[in-house]
């Protein structure tokens, strides 16, 4: 039974967008709207994650390159759910301004620091709530009618103005993510990978990413975004395994950290790390 129940709560995980890599946007009435790129390309990428105790350090370093020899201006825009599995929203974070899991958001452009902003969006919808329409979900949650499951309700977009010059730009983000658990999982980390596919070349030309969550550790990875035959390496001292029932590639960590890298890695589903709890195993 406790089988059956883990994998129904992967897969409720799963099903909705999780923590994302930037995507463009245009603004439309007042509201963002997500759209395909046609000149920008993401040339780069190195994701690196690392574990400390109940956080999750995110460092995302971004090379894109304009093609023209005009500079270009867009909205960029980071995407994030809710959070979800056991969690608590702190003493006077307000949830229709910020995602309550995320700490110490910062991005930079080209060396540059950049003012952002947030937007709500809706699940299943291609347009942001407005402010008249959060206005009713507070007044709402005011008189009690609000769901406590607000990761079924809408996920954030952290946005920006960039301004893109001629040729290679660096885009940096850095941020702390509470890592999120459950009756089945000691802890649990995602991230959304398939927004980097609305760039002009519809693909990251050079993925990296590094996944440190202490050692010693057993973790494992969703097999949403790899396949069988793709590489990764502990850059350390471990083993590898795959479990068949979560549909997962496993790491037992006992020092140094995890990494994956895929040329012309065209994402089609996210990134999902957890640990199962002992009795699981």
Not at 66 to 93: Q, W
Not at 126 to 153: C, H, N, V
Request: net charge neutral.
């Amino acid at each position: 039974m406790k089988k059956i129940y883990l994998t129904l709560f992967l897969l409720a995980l799963m099903t909705f967008s999780l923590t994302a890599n930037d995507g463009s946007f245009q603004a439309s009435g007042g509201q963002l709207v997500p759209v395909t790129e046609t000149d920008i390309s993401v040339k780069k990428e190195i994701l690196r994650l690392r574990r400390n105790g109940r956080r999750m350090m995110v460092d995302v370093y971004y090379e894109f390159y304009n093609p023209t020899s005009a500079y270009k201006k867009l909205i960029v825009g980071f995407e994030t759910p809710p959070p979800s599995g056991d969690f608590y929203v702190p003493e006077g974070r307000d949830i229709y301004k910020e995602q309550p899991s995320i700490y110490n958001f910062s991005v930079r452009v080209n060396g540059e620091r950049l003012m952002y902003e947030v937007a709500l969006y809706p699940y299943n919808s291609t347009y942001a709530l407005s402010p008249e329409q959060i206005l009713q979900m507070k007044r709402r949650d005011e008189r009690g009618e609000g769901s406590d499951e607000i990761e079924f309700e809408f996920e954030y977009v952290y946005y920006f103005n960039a301004v893109f010059k001629p040729g290679m730009n660096i885009v940096r983000h850095t941020y702390q993510y509470d890592v999120s658990g459950s009756v089945d999982t000691e802890f649990a980390f995602p991230y959304d990978l398939t927004p980097a596919c609305r760039w002009a070349n519809g693909q990251i030309d050079d993925f990296t990413l590094m996944i440190d969550v202490g050692a010693p550790e057993t973790f494992l990875v969703s097999q949403r975004f790899f396949n069988s035959s793709d590489t990764w390496t502990i850059r350390g001292e471990g083993n590898q395994f795959y479990d068949a029932e979560c549909k997962a590639k496993g790491f037992n960590v006992r020092s140094g950290y995890v990494e994956f890298k895929k040329k012309n890695f065209k994402p089609t589903g996210e990134l999902f790390i957890f640990k199962k709890r002992k009795e699981l195993y």
